[in-house]
């Protein structure tokens, strides 16, 4: 036999570029990351665990993610860069390994009144194409089908450069699909003239009603007394047509008032400029009540909230156009794409057919094309974000999850799971960060970092299989396989909130009563109708509080400490000790640096390129004043106490010189929801959805006069160690005579409720019913529903 024969039988050794199967990071010390190494097998699905605070998305998000984002942004040229977000180096020595990083996170998507599920995830672009080829009759481009278009006409003269130069009258027209009375938004709003004035008044007698407008304010009031335009002395309601006019409608027009350059313009365009232009959830609680006073938004009568010209809606395919196959569910859609036989755009329906089939196949075929996507929820804008990677033809991508199981019932966990492992299989690194044991479960490789939260968090407890976790001796580990039991006793309800004939949404005529002083679990699969039965039927106010996951409005300035009213008994308790003005103590006041002016960076404007957050050099990001930092309480300054965890500062200010009752009550309740690893100092916009809710409701629980909470999934984000903890706040809030009304999936909760009502039997128009109502006990016996069987699997029973 030849060598060469020989040669040929050996295993042919490893390219060099096939060693290269690890993300290695080394040294990470992002928030309290604590010099943390790790290596990560590429091309395969790792799950992140560990209790809430552990430090896992500083390590996945913000060190390996950010990093990846980072260096990719930097390869495009300065003035793209000025367009991009800001992103600095994380803190970490070595990172080694990385892929392109696509995150799919829980950040709810625009609440921009144009943007719908359609638009978000260019169905209906595919849409628009296919009425504009196969819609009788036929209107025009693909534009003649957007709400976003409008129709542009012009006319006018050309001139014709051929031969000799002639000029020739020309007509221009471009179709768009915008209704022209709502621009495309669906809504018209109304404004009530009573809320704004009283008209039995002259403006000299302060006539506004409207907040903030006092009479001898130089830019409201006084430039429409002193404009000349009106008779600052005469009775509104006595008004001459004319003056009503240019009171409500004038046109903005420059005029001096005692000598100073102003602004006129007619009260209803200054008011729809100054207060409906802004996000109703963040102006001032008074201000948002007399918005909802005053304005009132009903569907356009034009286009009856289609959003789309009568041109656009009289073109039809098979007898539906194009606002009809918006409204339909996405399930039945797809089904009716399905029907469509048209060789000539057969390739365009493959495509469109594909991506309905994907929004059916993650759980989200309940939704319609022109649902608002501001009105989606956290896990369900993240589902829709993953719709467009499902079918893409990347591979050796590094796809970065955040608990993509938020919103899921078990009954559609198992279906994400699929896809996740199906993103994996293309040769995707797929990084999960998570607490759910389903999840967990179809792991290849786990991180569990901690062992506790904030300061003692930071480190990896455990690297390797499922298996070695459960048998780990770390807070995951440990109660990996938990399981909560039935209650032997359930509590008896001290009356019902009746709701009768419930019908918003996918609701079906729906009668029940919701159980008050116990706890009472609405449940059921996404898409059942949970949220429609909660949102739409319990009224607001009253005693009732809603306790959701949406956004803190506030600055990068706010804090827990600020946002719980925190910080000033703790401002007074440090004036007091050293004899000197509370206003020191706020880094928002006297007491800020004078060079990042209380902010702790400074924010540097590079211009076109991107701009840069650096630590301030005079206060060292601590925010305040070198004098300010001489005072003392209990041995601390105000920027030490501000840096304390809430479990940290609960014991500082509970005993000895610093002892606080006021901040020692608030910082109880911050522990009771399980926030005691947060930092006070720490910037409102870095909390997660679950920390947003459960910071909410420890400032309602300091209220009074609140008797019925209502609780929007308040496991989102928890660790199972956690879970246990949040049962026992519950019971203690429906021990002290409240009413608790939460919308849950999570097993343990259901299992620990009191009254259980499960909405279904599916999601969207195969749901909206009432499917049982009565005892955890009673659903586990009957197995009659999808929650009741695998209630029943979690139980043991």
Known sequence: MSKATRADRRPPAAHVADTHDLIRVHGA???????????????????????????????????????????????????????????????????????????????????DTRSTVGTATDANALLRILFSRLGRPHIGSPNAFSFNVPTV?????????RGASKTVRQTFTRAGGMCPHCEGRGTVSDIDLSQLYDDSKSLSEGAFTIPGWKSDSWWTVRVYAESGFLDPDKPIREFSKREMEDFLHHEPTKVKVEGVNLTYEGLIPKIRKSFLSKDKEAMQPHIRAFVERAVTFTDCPECEGTRLSEAARSSRIAGINIADACALQISDLAEWVR???????????????????????????????????????????????????????????????????????????????DLLLRLRDKGNTVLVVEHKPEAIAIADHVVDLGPGAGTEGGTVCFEGTVDGLRSA?????????????????????????????????????????????????????????????????????????????????????????????LLDPVRKAFAKANGVKPA???????????????????????????????????????????SVLEHHLGGRDISEVLAMSVAEARDFFGTGEARTPAAHTILNRLDDVGLGYLRLGQPLTTLSGGE??????????????????????????????????????LDRLVDSGKSVIVIEHH?????????????????????????????????VAARSTLTGQHLADYVGA
């Open 153 to 161: 006409r012009a006319s006018g003269a050309i001139t014709v450069e």
């Open 747 to 779: 097993q343990a909760v259901m299992a620990h409720a009191d009254w259980i009502i499960d909405l279904g039997p599916g999601a969207g128009h195969d749901g909206g019913r009432v499917v049982y109502e009565g005892t955890p006990a009673d659903l």
């Open 692 to 729: 947003r809710q459960r910071l909410k409701l420890a400032t309602h629980m300091g209220e009074k006069g609140q008797s019925v909470y209502v609780l929007d999934e308040p496991t989102t984000g928890l660790h199972l160690a956690d879970v246990e903890q949040l049962l026992g706040l």
């Open 339 to 417: 029907g469509l036989d048209e060789p000539s755009v057969a390739p365009l329906l493959g495509t469109l057919g594909h991506t309905l089939d994907s929004f059916v196949e993650i759980g989200l075929g309940y939704l319609s094309l022109d649902r608002p996507s501001g009105t989606l929820s956290g896990g369900e804008a993240q589902r829709v974000k993953m719709i467009r990677h499902l079918g893409s033809s990347l591979t050796d991508v590094t796809y970065v999850f955040d608990e993509p199981t938020i919103g899921l019932h078990p009954h559609d966990i198992q279906r994400m799971n």
């Open 584 to 626: 020191l103590f706020s880094a928002n006041s006297e007491g800020a640096c004078p060079n990042c002016k209380g902010a702790g960076v400074v924010y540097t404007d590079l211009g076109m390129m991107a701009g840069v957050a650096t630590t301030c050099e005079e206060c060292e990001g601590k925010r305040f004043e070198p």
């Open 29 to 111: 010390r992002e928030n309290n990351l604590r010099d943390l190494s790790v290596e990560i097998p590429k091309r395969r699905l790792t799950v992140f665990t560990g209790v809430s605070g552990s430090g896992k998305s500083s390590l996945v998000f913000n060190t390996i993610a950010a990093e990846s984002q980072r260096m990719i942004n930097e390869t495009y040229s300065a003035f793209v860069q000025g367009f991009m977000p800001t992103l600095a180096r994380p803190e970490v020595d070595v990172l080694e390994g990385l892929t392109t990083a696509i995150i799919v996170d829980q950040q709810r998507m625009g609440a």
């Open 473 to 565: 001796d770390t807070p995951t580990g440990r109660h990996l396989d938990d399981r909560a039991s039935l209650k032997e006793t359930v509590r008896t309800s001290s009356g019902a909130l009746e709701i009768r004939g419930a019908t918003t949404h996918n609701l079906r005529e729906v009668d029940v009563d919701i159980p008050l002083g116990v706890l009472a679990v609405i449940t059921g699969v996404a898409g059942s109708g949970k949220s429609s039965l909660v949102h739409g039927s319990i009224p607001r106010g009253a005693g009732v509080v809603f306790v959701d996951q949406g956004a803190i409005r506030g600055s990068r300035r706010s804090n827990p400490a600020t946002y719980t009213g």
